[in-house]
T-cell receptor
Framework: AQSVAQPEDQVNVAEGNPLTVKCTYS??????LFWYVQYPNRGLQFLLK??????LVKGSYGFEAEFNKSQTSFHLKKPSALVSDSALYFC?????????????FGSGTQLTVLP | ETGVTQSPTHLIKTRGQQVTLRCSSQ?????VSWYQQALGQGPQFIFQ???????GRGNFPPRFSGLQFPNYSSELNVNALELDDSALYLC????????????FGPGTRLTVT
C-alpha cells in the first residue's frame, strides 16, 4: 500500500518568512501526490497536486511544492507566510484499494504563522 | 467552497445506536468517497461508490455501509455505534476519469456517548 509521512506535528513561522511543511512518500509505481489544507471546523481544501512533469508544482494561495524523486519527498512551500495561512496541512498519495481511486493521508502538520 | 454538502453538521448518538449521514456531490461528479477523521489524525478511507456500486473499501468493518443514488448523492450508515466511532466524517466527490482530485464537503461531526 502507498503511504505518506509528515514528520512534524507542528511548524511555527513568523509572518513574512518562508515556510516549509515536509512530506515523504512510499509508493509502488509512479506517485500521484497532493496537498490539502483544513481550517477549524471545515472540510479539506485542495491546494495542489503532482502527477507528472515539472518538479515544482504551483497551487492555490501562493503555495508550491517541490517533488524530489531521489529523496521521495514532496515538501510544501510558500515564499512569504501570512497569518491567515495558519491551519492544518495534509499530504496525501493516490492509492488503489480494489478498483477505487482514493487518497491515503499523512497525519497532518499544524502550521502557525506568528504576527 | 467545493459545492459538496453534508448533513447534519453535528450529531450526538448513544453507543449501540445506528446513524445515517448524507452527502450531496458537486454537480457532474459521479464518484463519492467517505473518510473518517478521528481527532488529531488524518482522514482514513472508508469506501467509495461509483455509479451506485461500491468499488473499493478501506479497513472498516461491515457495520459501516453506504449507498449512492442515481443523482450521485450518497449516504453513510453506521450500525451498532461504538465510542471509537466518534469522529469527523467527510465525503468527497470526484469524476471517475479525473486525475484523482477529490472535492471535500465540510463534514459531519459525530459524537458517540
Amino acid at each position: 500500500a502507498q503511504s505518506v509521512a509528515q514528520p512534524e506535528d507542528q511548524v511555527n513561522v513568523a509572518e513574512g518568512n518562508p515556510l516549509t511543511v515536509k512530506c515523504t512518500y512510499s509508493v509502488s509505481g509512479n506517485p500521484y501526490l497532493f496537498w490539502y489544507v483544513q481550517y477549524p471546523n471545515r472540510g479539506l481544501q485542495f491546494l495542489l497536486k503532482y502527477i507528472t512533469g515539472d518538479n515544482l508544482v504551483k497551487g492555490s494561495y501562493g503555495f508550491e511544492a517541490e517533488f524530489n524523486k531521489s529523496q521521495t519527498s514532496f515538501h510544501l512551500k510558500k515564499p512569504s507566510a501570512l497569518v491567515s495561512d495558519s491551519a492544518l496541512y495534509f499530504c496525501a498519495v493516490r492509492d488503489f484499494p480494489g478498483s477505487a481511486r482514493q487518497l491515503t493521508f499523512g497525519s497532518g502538520t499544524q502550521l502557525t504563522v506568528l504576527p | 467552497e467545493t459545492g459538496v454538502t453534508q448533513s447534519p453538521t453535528h450529531l450526538i448518538k448513544t453507543r449501540g445506536q445506528q446513524v445515517t449521514l448524507r452527502c450531496s456531490s458537486q454537480s457532474g461528479h459521479n464518484t463519492v468517497s467517505w473518510y473518517q477523521q478521528a481527532l488529531g489524525q488524518g482522514p482514513q478511507f472508508i469506501f467509495q461508490y461509483y455509479r451506485e456500486e461500491e468499488n473499493g473499501r478501506g479497513n472498516f468493518p461491515p457495520r459501516f455501509s453506504g449507498l449512492q443514488f442515481p443523482n450521485y448523492s450518497s449516504e453513510l450508515n453506521v450500525n451498532a455505534l461504538e465510542l471509537d466511532d466518534s469522529a469527523l466524517y467527510l465525503c468527497a466527490s470526484s469524476l471517475a476519469t479525473d486525475s484523482y482530485e477529490q472535492y471535500f464537503g465540510p463534514g459531519t461531526r459525530l459524537t458517540v456517548t
